[in-house]
């Protein structure tokens, strides 16, 4: 299990230079690397260094030989990344491109105290102080180590982005007493807490067509090679937003599973997700909201958060868990209410209604193998506490949110 810790640290003129003059080599080493991969159509590390290094060491007398190494490794890693992309139909060029680089260290290339890190350079070391942030100190002191492994990238006014990486044994998972299922949607996330459903908005539509609209008037009659609107542009944070959303998410779902020892049951959501929902949508706008609402980033970041703790995750078939009735098997049909998907349908047997992401949930449940009886009857079956997502952003625990929707009704 890894987490990178990202640092940036502005250094003077001539410190500046000498990683300068190491990333441009390291660049030349990378291209020489990635062609021979190609040429010889091997992604294999050794067979790359085994073919160039001796021609490299020739090219680069002074760079120490060991970023010769990390640059086949990285080209080794390029290389596979992009043969996986091609056999998923996903490459778009004929070759990969190297658009940014970042020069591997190992641990000859570089050392770390928390006073001071060393990085070697044609003209021998060079050294950084930087100030750690909260998420080092918080990885630091909570059992982590720091790997031989780390990364290094020079951006303007003499800054370099240190990329530290700690890594941490996996927890064995425990046996689960229940089970927390989760259904997500494109604009809201439900799950059930001890048999009750809360709805949580993550407003993923607002935040898309939000960003959409800023970008079109920045870029309407105007190059998006012009230097202001990339600057613009640049500026925009609809991912960093929707990743905030998604993290805090997972961690809330995690530890109430963590500490209530349950298992966290999710969709086993297809490869390429979003290509098969969109297959018959005509509607542009609906596209873009359905690319852009990343359920599968939503699983993964619950699936990450799920094994630094150790909590089981259970993967169930997705498929009808909204239109079926979990009592009955049955059909439910969902009556127009005015709005582009009715939230409420009836059981076409027992008549029961049904809220649609509530019956997914029981649907999940059952598919994981939970036996317990579904609520017949129940307001609350198709009338989900829903909390805004301002609220449980700031929520500590599932539990919490529970607390409090129950007194307010007591002050009601």
């Given amino acids: 299990m890894e987490r990178t810790v990202k640092l940036r640290v502005k250094v003077d003129y001539k410190t500046y230079n000498k990683l300068k003059e190491v990333e441009e080599e390291y660049s030349e080493v990378l291209h020489d690397a990635i062609e021979y991969g190609l040429t010889r159509k091997t992604t294999s590390f050794t067979r790359i260094k085994a073919g160039i290094y001796k021609e490299e060491r020739e090219k680069h007398k002074d760079l120490p030989s060991h970023y010769i190494y990390t640059a086949c490794e990285d080209a080794s890693e390029r290389l596979d990344s992009f043969e996986k992309m091609k056999g998923r139909g996903r490459a778009y060029t004929d070759r990969p491109i190297i658009r940014r680089v970042t020069v591997h260290l190992d641990d000859h290339l570089w050392k770390f105290s928390l006073d001071k890190i060393s990085i070697a350079t044609k003209r021998g070391r060079v050294y950084l102080s930087p100030l750690f942030p909260k998420i080092f100190w918080r990885y630091y002191n909570q059992g982590w180590r720091i790997a031989s492994e780390a990364r290094f990238k020079l951006l303007k006014g003499n800054v370099v982005e240190l990329y530290i990486i700690f890594k941490k044994d996996e927890p064995k998972p425990y046996e689960p007493k229940v089970f927390i299922p989760i259904d997500l949607n494109e604009n809201s ?203 449980w952003l700031r929520a500590k625990s599932l539990h919490q949110i529970m607390i409090e929707d129950k007194m307010i009704e007591m002050k009601v």
């Avoid at 997700?273 to 609906?286: A, F, G, N, W, Y």
């Fill in 189 to 391: 996330v439900s799950v059930l807490v001890d048999g009750k459903p809360i709805l949580l908005e993550t407003n993923t539509k607002k935040i898309t067509l939000g960003y959409e609209y800023r970008r079109r008037k920045i870029t309407t009659g105007r190059s998006t090679k012009d230097r202001d609107v990339k600057r613009k542009l640049r500026k925009l944070r609809e991912g960093d937003k929707k990743v905030d959303v998604r993290r805090k998410f997972a961690k809330l779902v995690v530890m109430e599973a963590f500490e209530s020892g349950s298992a966290i049951v999710l969709e086993d959501l297809p490869r390429n997700t979003p290509e098969h929902m969109v297959k018959d949508v005509r509607d542009s706008q609906l596209r873009l909201r359905i690319y852009r609402s990343a359920f599968s980033s939503m699983k993964n970041a619950v699936v990450e958060k799920a094994r630094e703790f150790g909590v089981p995750v259970i993967l169930v078939n997705p498929s009808y868990t909204s239109s079926t009735c979990p009592v009955h098997g049955s059909k439910i049909v969902y009556q127009p209410d005015g709005g582009n998907a009715p939230r409420v349908g009836v059981c076409e047997i027992g008549k029961e209604r049904w809220h649609r992401d509530v019956v997914a949930l029981y649907n999940l449940l059952r598919r994981a193998g939970d036996v317990s009886p579904v609520p017949l009857g129940s307001k609350e079956s198709h009338d989900p506490l829903t909390v805004k997502l301002g609220r």
